[in-house]
């Protein structure tokens, strides 16, 4: 993303982004704004963190130089209209990336929609630390980084073939029944919901109503800090996260949840939960009974506390 923001010989320039990407992309338009003198739209969300796409056709400017996008978010699972944002942006002229790197796998990937798309192996059951950028055929794009005239000269560094064969083999092994996966793994997580909500009455579901990925499913238990229920849900063997898996450790409420307008309350009672291809029914069960043992003994835990 930066070396297309950067690719004209000319500083500066106008970028539209929205503040529940992911902090790959959010930090690198925050560096080119405080920077290298960019100016920048952030767009909103609504509160189920679809961006505002008529907004987006109005914030494009004769200067916009990159309109940066993710297909779907990491957090929440919230699939973003592309086809109508690509058309926005081919309509006036604008190039368009997008973060891929949750909704591979899991959604059709229809890379005649943008110029340039980001994507990470690991979210796709292959090896850490390969990735790949697709880059719309004739776009020039400028390196980031120097020593070296590898990747056509966009990247130094010598390939790490085993990964990037890894990958490939990963991406064909995932795409060959992702279909009936994603509806598999679609209805475990809406029975973990179902099972949250009927043990937690304090429980809500964030994103209920929009498009999402079958795997993501982001709750807010109020009243619980998210940080005592992912040490509590370690403790029974259940796999969870209050926002990024790149921001583990960290205790600022998401960024994301925010963004959509959440209350500060709900976004730090926040846990995700993913399902991937080895998810069981029996771990349904067990994950969503062991959130109600946990709230259960927080809650009463609470109430003593109160009373003295």
């Known amino acids: 993303m930066l070396g297309l923001a950067r690719c004209p ?3 500066g320039g106008h970028i539209i982004s929205n503040k529940a990407e992911h902090h790959a992309v959010l930090n690198a338009v925050e560096h080119l704004q405080k920077r290298e003198g960019f100016e920048v739209t952030w767009l909103n969300v609504s509160r189920d963190g679809i961006i505002d796409v008529d907004q987006l056709a109005r914030a494009v400017r004769p200067e ?4 940066s996008i993710m297909t779907a978010n990491n957090e929440t699972g919230v699939i973003q209209p592309m086809r109508e944002i690509s058309r926005i942006c081919r309509d006036r002229g604008v190039l368009l990336h997008s973060d891929m790197v949750q909704s591979f796998g899991k959604i059709d990937t229809d890379l005649s929609l943008v110029d340039a798309a980001s994507f990470a192996a690991h979210k796709f059951y292959g090896p850490k630390g390969a990735g790949l950028l697709f880059l719309r055929s004739g776009l020039s794009i400028q390196p980031i980084m120097f020593g ?3 990747e056509n000269e966009r990247r130094p560094g010598t390939e790490n073939v085993p990964a990037i064969v890894g990958m490939a083999v990963a991406a064909e092994w995932t795409l060959h029944d992702r279909e009936t996966e994603q509806q598999r793994e679609a209805q475990l997580r809406d029975e973990l919901w179902t099972r949250i909500a009927q043990n937690v009455p304090d429980a809500e579901q964030n994103a209920a109503h929009a498009s999402r990925l079958g795997n993501t499913l982001n ?4 009243g619980i800090d998210s940080e005592m229920l ?13 926002g990024s ?11 994301v949840l925010l963004a959509m307008g959440l209350s500060m309350e709900c976004a730090r009672s926040a846990v995700r939960f993913s399902l991937g291809k080895w998810t069981t029914g029996d771990e349904i069960k067990a994950t969503g009974e062991a959130v109600r043992k946990i709230v259960g003994r927080l809650n009463t835990r609470k109430s003593a506390y109160a009373v003295a």
Do not use: F, K, N
């Open 219 to 222: 709750v807010s238990l109020l």
């Open 245 to 255: 898996a790149c921001m583990v450790g960290s205790v600022v409420a998401s960024h």
């Open 230 to 242: 992912l040490i509590a849900l370690d403790l029974e063997d259940v796999c969870a996260s209050s």
């Open 9 to 11: 010989s000319s500083p």
């Open 64 to 67: 916009t130089r990159l309109v």
């Open 148 to 150: 070296g005239a590898h």
